[in-house]
């Protein structure tokens, strides 16, 4: 069983910058699709960013290209959104994510608890 844990959200200024972290155990990184979600009140849940298993694919919405940036750190068994030039329609509670397949646009089976994120024009 993978638990997914996210932390880093909060309250920020349009412009400024966040970085989510998602810790993961029962399972190591290197054997795990991850992605970040998101869901904005009264709006379906968006995939936003997301790394295959074996870091070689990368899945970007088309509305954070260039803003936001998926990573992780193997050892940490940590993923990580960081966010710049944040923007309003950026708010939302951003969900951490892990599937066993290799397909990042497959269905994911693990999720965290959600970390909210808020922008103030």
């Known amino acids: 069983q993978v638990q997914l844990v996210e932390s880093g959200g909060g309250w920020v200024q349009a412009g400024g910058s966040l970085r989510l972290s998602c810790a993961a155990s029962?399972?190591?990184?290197?054997?795990?699709?991850m992605a970040w979600f998101r869901q904005a009140p009264g709006k379906e849940r968006q995939l936003v960013a997301a790394i295959s298993w074996d870091g070689a694919s990368t899945k970007y919405a088309d509305s954070v290209k260039g803003r936001l940036t998926i990573s992780r750190d193997i050892p940490k068994n940590t993923m990580y959104l960081q966010m710049e030039s944040l923007a309003p329609e950026d708010t939302a509670i951003y969900y951490c994510?892990?599937?066993?397949?290799?397909?990042?646009?497959?269905?994911?089976?693990?999720w965290g608890q959600g970390t909210q994120v808020i922008v103030s024009s």
């Open positions: 029962g399972r190591t990184l290197s054997t795990l699709t």
């Open positions: 994510a892990a599937r066993t397949g290799s397909n990042v646009l497959g269905v994911y089976d693990y």
